[in-house]
């Protein structure tokens, strides 16, 4: 299976901050990465696909950017919404063997 | 607007099996996969794999091989899991979502777009 590594595994940053949270997968996976974002309690909400292409209604403070293996996900100008915790997933296996990434939470400091 | 409403919590004892409803609405069941995905307290997402409802065709991953079974009622639109010689490690929040995948360069990717809210499933004796 393709690991995939994040990190941080947790941050502190304060409203209207850029944050860069980072995702490695243990092998090449092109441009197969999506980012999801989850609340305590809710499911995860996808925020990028094809690791740079923004799901429709989501923030365009949101990108992602990268291909191989590294891979990254910025929250431009942060907003009280936006403290969650942010997973990583590898699709260039599908439609087998998919897998997330440990998760990044993103604290108020 | 597309939803996925998932079976209430169950408590079940080591040993037993669990069946989880998804009931989608909005769109067009047969279309796409519905995939399970689960979280054990504090821990990552983890994939257990999917089911293509309307035409059958499920996936299991090979942690899963034997104990998981997915299975589909599409006069209703419901999606079902089945989880059986339930461990404490199986204690979690189980999720369906639907995967409205996207093709890019002559080939399809997942794109989990879609969430159920969530089942808890606890294994204790």
């Known amino acids: 299976d393709i690991q995939m590594t994040q990190s941080p595994s947790s941050l502190s940053a304060s409203v209207g901050d850029r944050v860069t949270l980072t995702c490695r997968a243990s092998e090449s996976i092109s441009s197969s990465l999506n980012w999801y974002q989850q609340k305590p309690g809710k499911a995860p909400n996808l925020l990028i696909y094809s690791a740079s292409s923004l799901q429709s209604g989501i923030p365009s403070r949101f990108s992602g950017s990268g291909s191989g293996t590294d891979f990254t996900l910025t929250i431009n100008s942060l907003q009280p919404e936006d403290f969650a915790t942010y997973y990583c997933?590898?699709?260039?296996?599908?439609?087998?063997?998919?897998?997330f990434g440990g998760g990044t939470k993103v604290e108020i400091k | 607007q597309v939803q996925l409403v998932q079976s209430g919590a169950d408590v079940k004892k080591p040993g037993a099996s669990v069946k989880v409803s998804c009931k989608a609405s909005g769109y067009t069941f047969t279309n796409d996969r519905i995939h399970w995905v689960r979280q054990a307290p504090g821990e990552r997402l983890e994939w257990m794999g999917w089911i293509w409802p309307g035409r059958g065709n499920t996936e299991y991953p090979q942690k899963f091989q034997g104990r998981l079974t997915f299975t589909q009622d599409t006069s209703a639109n419901t999606a079902y899991m089945e989880l059986s010689s339930l461990r404490s490690e199986d204690t979690g929040l189980y999720y369906c979502?639907?995967?409205?995948?996207?093709?890019?360069?002559?080939?399809?990717?997942?794109?989990?777009?879609?969430w159920g809210q969530g089942t808890l499933v606890t294994v204790s004796s």
């Open positions: 997933q590898q699709t260039y296996t599908t439609p087998r063997e998919l897998t």
């Open positions: 979502t639907r995967d409205r995948g996207y093709c890019n360069g002559g080939k399809c990717y997942s794109r989990f777009e879609s």
